[in-house]
């Protein structure tokens, strides 16, 4: 079955550094989605990307995040300069929309990523 | 506002008895549901969802209800199996407009199934 993979599972960093994380979504899917959970609380949605372009953003996804999809199958979060505040689990998700109930938008999830910031 | 280091309400079942889990979901355009399992260490696993123009969807095992007048959501888990300890979020968006249909996660209900 496939599958939404995340790669690393567990991602430690010192505070001001870069970090990338990185998603392969399902091959056939074309919205991506990266969302976060930090320890104890509900997953938060960060960004969306459709067609090579950033469709929506919400207040966390300040100018310190960005994404990419550098080739065909990879899905990045960039971290520019990390903060402690910034630890958390990042999941990234895909979904493909049904063309006939557009309503329809499961999003699929990988195993996430833990972002340690010291 | 949210309070920080949220504490989940917690459902305790034996195996075998029928589980509800219910959420209140908070915008009234939302069209569209979804009900996500996670396991501890794991990402969200997609469940079961349905359209606001349905008030009941079945899949195996699970029953998801909608009520739309009152903004309530449950999911009915039938013959409830230790494997099915988890967390259990509700997740509504609204595909159309300007959304691109992200998702908005409640704040999840921790199930535990005795043996």
């Known amino acids: 079955e496939p599958e939404v993979t995340q790669t690393p599972s567990h991602q430690v960093t010192q505070m001001g550094q870069e970090v990338i994380l990185r998603c392969v979504p399902i091959?056939?899917?074309?919205?991506f989605y990266w969302y976060r959970q930090i320890l104890g609380q509900k997953v938060e949605f960060l960004v969306s990307f459709y067609n090579n372009e950033i469709s929506e953003k919400s207040e966390i996804f300040d100018d310190q995040f960005s994404v990419e999809r550098p080739d065909g199958s990879n899905f990045t979060l960039k971290i520019r300069s990390t903060k402690l505040e910034d630890s958390a689990m990042y999941f990234c998700?895909?979904?493909?929309?049904?063309?006939?109930?557009?309503?329809?938008?499961?999003?699929?999830f990988g195993a996430g990523t833990r972002l340690s910031v010291l | 506002g949210e309070s920080v280091g949220l504490h989940l309400p917690t459902l305790s079942v034996q195996e075998g008895d029928n589980s509800i889990i219910n959420c209140a979901y908070s915008n009234s355009a939302s069209d569209y549901f979804i009900w996500y399992k996670q396991e501890s260490g794991k990402g969200p696993q997609f469940i079961i969802d349905?359209?606001?123009?349905?008030d009941k969807r079945q899949g195996q095992r699970v029953t998801v209800l909608l009520n739309k007048t009152v903004k309530h959501l449950s999911l009915q888990i039938a013959a409830t199996q230790p494997g099915d300890s988890a967390v259990y979020f509700c997740a509504e968006t609204f595909p159309y407009g300007g959304s691109q249909g992200n998702l908005i996660f409640g704040k999840g209900t921790k199930l535990s199934v005795k043996p």
């Open positions: 349905i359209r606001s123009n349905m």
């Open positions: 091959s056939n899917h074309l919205y």
């Open positions: 998700a895909s979904s493909v929309r049904d063309s006939q109930l557009l309503a329809k938008n499961i999003q699929y």
